[in-house]
């Protein structure tokens, strides 16, 4: 049975992934603080959705998920979607908000990775997606709490796909460089025009598009962008 796991589940593009691998017949395992408090991820018609509560920064948490994912077999699948971010000056940010924000964005990530890997390794195969922000590539005033953190997870992708790539293990960075359509950036879609937010759905179908590529043309870092957005 084809199985997924997806780590950082909320109400925008956490959730539109779970939907996408379900309606593609996987059984999603998704995780997040509340997984349990979003009943609009359990598809309990068709059981495909398992919610798991998790905190991702711990490691016996991360270990839970993927020992729960088990008892349908070794996830075909995992997604890292997980960040965390307060937008602050340099000279304001106080060291416990920059570290819980790399904790989540980073630690976490690296914790998830590596549990997949663990077990994918000994099939031989298997595709680890991490979701990247436009603060993956360059850091802006105010953002240093979310560019650290990405910066580190897209090293982090790096590194794996280098290493796990030759055991069959396919590792991707998807960069999403725009703002995601939801209810608190609504009002932007009738300022810039149609579709000119991200809409998490069309995101997610990239998601399943990248794990089901062939490993002849693998591709390790995608970045998403509505047609109004700059460069």
């Known amino acids: 049975m084809a199985s997924a796991v997806v780590v950082g589940v909320g109400p925008g593009l956490g959730a539109a992934l ?10 999603v395992f998704a995780a997040a603080r509340s997984a349990s408090a979003l009943p609009s991820l359990d598809d309990r018609s068709k059981g495909r959705v398992v919610p798991i509560d998790c905190d991702a ?8 998920i993927f020992d729960s994912a088990a008892k349908v077999g070794v996830p075909d699948v ?16 106080k060291a416990e908000e920059f570290e819980r ?11 998830v990775g590596q549990a997949a890997a663990r ?7 298997g595709t680890i997606l991490f979701t990247g922000a436009t603060a993956s590539l360059r850091g802006g005033a ?27 293990i396919h590792v991707a960075h ?15 879609a009738g300022e810039r025009g149609p579709d000119s937010l991200l809409e998490p759905d069309a995101i997610a179908a990239q998601y399943v598009a990248v794990h089901r590529q062939h490993r002849s043309a693998w591709t390790h870092e995608l970045d998403l962008r509505p047609w109004s957005e700059k460069f």
């Open 174 to 188: 998807v960069i999403i460089d725009g703002q995601i359509h939801s209810e608190r950036y609504a009002h932007l």
């Open 119 to 125: 077990r994918m390794i000994a099939n031989g195969r």
């Open 101 to 111: 924000c790399w904790r989540v964005g980073c630690f976490a990530g690296f914790l």
């Open 142 to 168: 105010g953002f240093v709490n979310l560019a650290s953190p990405k910066f580190g997870l897209r090293a982090v992708a790096q590194s794996m796909a280098r290493e796990l790539g030759p055991k069959g």
């Open 18 to 27: 779970v939907r996408a691998f379900a309606n593609e017949g996987y059984t």
């Open 78 to 93: 995992a997604i890292f979607n997980a960040g965390a971010f307060v937008r602050s000056s340099i000279v304001e940010t």
């Open 57 to 64: 920064t711990v490691e016996a948490d991360v270990e839970r």
